[in-house]
């Protein structure tokens, strides 16, 4: 049993090693193509502690409603006198971090075979789409805190904790105007004659006003 842990631990170290150095990696003067909104974060950002302000109108009205993490940034980074760009990159790689705990957790509980829950992490780890996204562009990080909410939403159905249900709205609130959606749903699934036990309407409705 001891050798069966140990061999995982080191499959796992070696796919995290594999991913940090085949992926690419660009700085703050060189933002990917794929990631353009990253421009409009940085912009944001820059702006505290005055006023958000977007030269495209139809950009502000988009990353308007993502402003909070952004302008977060940009206070940390304010109150550190270091270039916003490190802020992100630094709470960005903290985020990838905890999405990797949280889906190797949920990996490991929906699928207790050793054989296959390795396969299905190795599947999510190296997802162009994700970690590996994230990990390139790390001004999207309002995009890897969405994901965590949809993972910690995940969870909390598995675990049955309400407390990893709010915090998972909670971010997706802060992360995407996306979340709306969720929420919906949801509300939609409160109403319907099967409930689920473990989430309390009455705070529902406190977290979500």
């Given at each position: 049993m001891i050798k069966i842990i140990q061999t995982e631990k080191s499959i796992f170290i070696l796919l995290i090693l594999f991913l940090l150095l085949t992926n690419s990696y660009y700085g703050e003067h060189e933002i990917n193509a794929s990631a353009r909104s990253s421009f409009y974060y940085l912009d944001i950002a820059n702006s505290f502690p005055?006023?958000?302000?977007?030269?495209?109108?139809?950009?502000?009205?988009?990353?308007?409603?993502?402003?909070?993490?952004?302008?977060?940034?940009?206070?940390?980074?304010?109150?550190?006198?270091?270039?916003?760009?490190?802020?992100?990159?630094?709470?960005?790689?903290?985020?990838?971090?905890?999405?990797?705990?949280?889906?190797?957790?949920?990996?490991?509980?929906?699928?207790?075979?050793?054989?296959?829950?390795?396969?299905?992490f190795s599947l999510f780890l190296l997802n162009p789409y994700i970690c590996r996204y994230s990990l390139s562009n790390p001004v999207m990080l309002n995009d890897i805190i969405f994901i965590i909410s949809i993972s910690l939403l995940f969870w909390s159905f598995l675990d049955k904790k309400n407390i990893l249900f709010y915090l998972s709205l909670l971010l997706a609130i802060i992360s995407r105007q996306t979340s709306i959606l969720i929420i919906l749903a949801l509300i939609f699934s409160l109403v319907l004659p099967y409930k689920n036990?473990?989430?309390n309407f009455f705070f529902f409705l406190i977290i979500y006003n």
């Open positions: 005055g006023g958000m302000s977007l030269e495209n109108s139809r950009q502000a009205y988009i990353h308007g409603e993502r402003f909070l993490i952004p302008y977060f940034v940009g206070f940390v980074a304010n109150l550190l006198d270091i270039s916003s760009f490190y802020i992100f990159q630094a709470f960005t790689y903290f985020a990838i971090s905890i999405l990797i705990i949280i889906n190797y957790k949920i990996i490991n509980k929906v699928i207790p075979d050793k054989n296959y829950n390795l396969l299905f036990e473990f989430i």
